[in-house]
C-alpha cells in the first residue's frame, strides 16, 4: 500500500511513503514554498505593531512575511512551523497574510489577520479637513473648535463623529467632546 498527501498548489509530495510490507520509508523534502495556515492572534489594531506567530510550513531561515503586500516588522522564524513578528500599520479590515523563502515563492491565506480601527470604512461621510492657522510650527496642547451641521446621517449624539491626526499612512484617534 502506498499512501502520499499533497497540499493544493504543490507537486512535491507533503508526507513520507510508507511501503506496506518492506518497512521502508522514503523521505520526501519541504518543498521551497512556504505554507500559511493561520496567524494567532488574528485581529490587532490598524496602527500597527502587534506580536503574532504566523502558522504554516516549510518556513526555512530567511523567510519573509506580509501583511497585504507590508513586509512584517521585525520577522524571526521560530521552526519550520512558526514565524514570530510585529505587524505593520495598515488599514481596518481583513487582509491577506503572506510568507516566502528565499529561494520560494510566496504563500498566503486570505484574511488571515485583521486590523481593527476606531472608525468604521463603511461610514460614508468620511472626509480629510486640514486644520492650519499658526505660522510657529507644530502646535501641542491646545483646542479648536470645529462646527459640524447635524444631518440626518450622524447620530443626534454626535457619537459618530472622530477626529483623527495623520501620521504617515495611518491616522491616530484624537480625544474629542461635543457640546
Known sequence: MKTAMTTSGFAAVLAALAIAGCGDTIDVPWPKDAVVTGVSPSTG??????????????????????????????????SQYEISCVTP?????????GAKNPEGEWGSLADAFTYT????????????????GSTAGDQTDYQIQVSVDYC??????????????KTGYSKVALPSWAE
Open 45 to 78: 489594531p490598524y496602527t500597527g505593531g502587534t506580536a503574532v506567530t504566523v502558522h504554516g510550513f516549510g518556513f526555512e531561515p530567511g523567510v519573509e512575511v506580509a501583511f497585504a503586500g507590508v513586509p512584517a516588522i521585525s520577522a524571526e522564524r521560530i
Open 117 to 132: 480601527g476606531w472608525f468604521d470604512l463603511a461610514w460614508s461621510f468620511r472626509r480629510e479637513i486640514a486644520v492650519s
Open 152 to 165: 440626518p446621517n450622524i447620530k443626534p449624539d454626535f457619537g459618530d463623529v472622530r477626529f483623527a491626526q
Open 89 to 97: 500599520g495598515g488599514t481596518p479590515g481583513p487582509v491577506e497574510v
